[in-house]
């Protein structure tokens, strides 16, 4: 970062929690999914060359936070339900992307119709589940400090699994 100023731009750190926060449970999904016992030895190596390109990715994204603006103290809110409530928020991102692109990539009237009604769906689901944990306190959607040192807490935890 010697050639551009001390700290992130909010927009690239809110893109690098994003990434983190989502990279993070996923990674102790596909953990968790090896350590029950993978039967096809294909993609157990598989499983295992992603765990390590998501480890690798989160020790990358890790070390551009001492530059993201004002990070500040963190509770510990990803734990049990927090953490289920985390997983179906990332679900629920994803959904509405993949929707969005879907429309994009769709020519038949009757298909765009359902996917802009399955959207729309998205979308609601979406403000349910943000709305549950912005308001149980689980994600601080308004404080960037929060949040950058709950994705430490997050990553770490889950490259120590």
Do not use: C
Request: proline letters at 4%; hydrophobic letters at 40%.
């Amino acid at each position: 970062m010697s050639d551009h100023p001390k700290t992130l731009a909010w927009h690239e750190t809110l893109e690098i929690h994003e990434l983190v926060a989502f990279q993070s449970i996923g990674l102790m999904k596909l953990k968790k999914a090896v350590n029950q016992g993978i039967r096809d030895k294909k993609l157990y190596n598989i499983y295992l060359r992603t765990i390590d390109e998501l480890e690798m990715n989160l020790r990358e994204l890790l070390k551009f936070y001492p530059y993201a603006p004002h990070p500040g103290e963190s509770s510990d809110y990803r734990t049990d339900d927090s953490f289920l409530a985390g997983d179906l928020l990332s679900f629920s991102k994803a959904a509405v992307r993949n929707y969005a692109i879907a429309i994009t990539e769709t020519a038949t009237p009757a298909v765009r119709e359902i996917l802009k009604e399955q959207l729309n769906k998205a979308i609601d689901s979406h403000e349910r589940i943000f709305t549950y944990m912005y308001r149980k306190g689980l994600y601080p959607a308004y404080d960037l400090n929060k949040i950058l040192q709950n994705d430490i807490k997050l990553a770490n935890k889950a490259l120590s699994m």
